[in-house]
């Protein structure tokens, strides 16, 4: 078989992929780093058995934790039983399985196979894989891996054939992922204060007591970096008309929840929860407001608004609120 005929494998494999899953987030990469051959040589063979290797993948994030990855690496060139400075190039595919570690780090695993040319040789093979991912930006990640390719046999040895990369990958529309932020969340105005006027005439003004209750809620995809407590700039907009009421009105105050949803372990959630929330008290913080009238919560998983079942429904738990309490002011009427 051919490189060509392994590239289209790829392609084939991709395009089912795509098809398969229309909702699922496509994303591509590509990575380099050292490789090396174990077991690909005898006592008595010229060996050569490290060289450099890059590589390419197309996937598709079926799950929140789970996609399935095609790809095409090439391990170099060696030399050693039944070789000599021969090619090694591998067509891959392995679903691959991520467990959040830290905000926007990713630890995962990959388990599958490989159809591997081995110099003259051709052999299906087991793959395994492990890594690190970080989330540089919301299309943007960065990968450190280790892949091996086991039981490559070419009649003479069985030998495994072992990459260590760094990554990168490309998400296409990651920021359109949800429903919730095709069209922007309308922000949760503040009500302004509807004055009636009194009827004719009017002897004098008068001070009428006015009771204000306001509640906003900020989606963690339009407000916050992927899996991270910072702030976007659209959270920061959106926290404004908090800002300027409670600037105009110093009896105020506010209590500050974060909320996720039920994926990763209940630490993890409840320590990002309350990280977010933290964010958005120290924006009012630093617009003027005093952090003695902010109180800071972190419900973790609790409390949801939908099923933690759909996609839809866990980016809608994602969220923090800011609630202002009722309190009373007065508002002038003149005629």
């Keep these: 078989m051919n490189n060509m005929n392994k590239m289209l494998m790829v392609v084939s494999a991709a395009s089912w992929m795509v098809s398969a899953m229309i909702h699922a987030e496509v994303y591509v990469g590509g990575k380099v780093g050292k490789s090396w051959l174990d077991d690909s040589c005898r006592p008595t063979d010229v060996c050569d058995d490290d060289s450099s290797a890059v590589g390419a993948f197309l996937g598709y994030q079926a799950w929140e934790h789970v996609a399935l990855e095609a790809g095409y690496d090439h391990l170099g060139k060696f030399t050693g039983a039944g070789m000599v400075n021969d090619h090694v190039n591998a067509v891959t595919i392995a679903p691959k399985f991520n467990i959040p570690l830290y905000q926007n780090l990713d630890l995962y695993a990959k388990l599958g196979g490989a159809y591997v040319d081995y110099g003259s040789k051709e052999d299906w093979s087991y793959l395994a894989a492990a890594g690190l991912e970080l989330n540089a930006t919301d299309n943007v990640a960065l990968r450190l891996e280790y892949q091996t390719l086991t039981d490559i046999n070419n009649d003479i040895v069985r030998a495994e054939g072992n990459m260590a990369t760094l990554g990168v990958t490309y998400r296409f529309g990651h920021s359109e992922s949800t429903p919730v932020i095709t069209s922007q969340p309308r922000p949760a105005s503040v009500e302004p204060v509807i004055v009636e006027e009194a009827p004719e005439p009017v002897e004098k003004p008068a001070d009428t007591p006015v009771i204000k209750t306001v509640k906003k809620s900020l989606s963690s995809e339009s407000s916050f970096a992927l899996n991270s407590a910072k702030l976007s700039k659209q959270g920061i907009d959106d926290l404004q008309e908090v800002v300027e009421l409670m600037s105009r009105h110093s009896q105020a105050t506010a209590v500050v ?52 079942d759909t996609k839809e429904g866990r980016a809608k738990n994602r969220r923090v609120e800011v609630e202002i309490p009722t309190f009373t002011y007065q508002v002038v009427i003149k005629q």
Excluded: F
């Design 257 to 308: 929840t974060g909320y996720t949803d039920s994926t990763g372990s209940k630490e993890y959630n409840q320590s990002l929860s309350l990280e977010r929330a933290q964010a958005v008290a120290d924006q009012l913080v630093s617009q003027g407001i005093n952090a003695e009238r902010i109180t800071v919560r972190g419900m973790g998983e609790s409390d949801p608004v939908a099923s933690n």
